[in-house]
């Protein structure tokens, strides 16, 4: 089996709950709503969300998201959605 379809929890994360996370490959801190749960036998369990920093759909690892994110990653990624906010 590769790949499960229609996951909508895992590990106690279900499809539209907020988190704060690292972003795949790049590891910048993000905040947004999980999209689409990602499981399959070859790969670790990862999430699509949209990211508020940037606007895009982004991946993370669940094992990339922030439980409990500083104040500090908390202002980062607000800075990051007003400079989105702006652009227009």
Do not use: W
Request: positive net charge; hydrophobic residues 30%.
């Amino acid at each position: 089996m590769a790949k499960k379809e229609n996951v909508k929890q895992y590990d106690g994360y279900k499809v539209g709950d907020e988190v704060y996370c690292k972003t795949y490959i790049t590891g910048d801190v993000s905040f947004g709503k999980i999209q689409i749960i990602h499981l399959s036998d070859k790969n670790p369990a990862c999430f699509t969300f949209g990211c508020v920093t940037t606007g895009a759909c982004k991946l993370a690892l669940f094992s990339d998201i922030i439980k409990d994110p500083t104040s500090a990653q908390i202002n980062k990624v607000k800075r990051g959605s007003e400079k989105l906010r702006r652009r227009k």
